[in-house]
């Protein structure tokens, strides 16, 4: 019923994941979506301790923390999904300035 935090495990490893992203919004979203776990922890009613038979009935809170986890991956992996569109973009734009002769890439510009 006290639970109120959440300690990740690896989060170095997240947070470094967050700070390689290109945009400063994505980087902002990812954050926010992490600390929300404290509120909403604070929030969730515990769940119903009494019923120990009841194997479904794993607590308000946990089910709380498992939304909140597949909110996070699912976050994390379109911003990394977008973020790689946005590298091979960009590639893809240089190795055309690098095929093109010169006059063509500045006549065009």
Not at 36 to 54: E, M, R, V, W
Not at 75 to 90: D, G, M, S
Request: aromatic share 4%; charged share 25%.
């Amino acid at each position: 019923k006290k639970l109120v935090h959440v300690d990740l495990v690896e989060e170095a490893v997240l947070r470094n994941t967050i700070n390689a992203l290109l945009l400063e919004e994505w980087k902002n979203d990812m954050n926010a979506e992490i600390n929300s776990i404290d509120q909403i922890l604070s929030d969730t009613p515990a769940g119903d301790t009494n019923n120990f038979f009841d194997v479904d009935d794993g607590g308000g809170k946990a089910r709380a923390i498992q939304r909140w986890i597949r909110a996070v991956l699912r976050k994390i992996i379109q911003y990394k999904a977008q973020h790689q569109h946005v590298l091979e973009e960009a590639a893809a734009t240089l190795q055309l300035q690098v095929a093109l002769p010169q006059d063509i890439v500045i006549k065009n510009v």
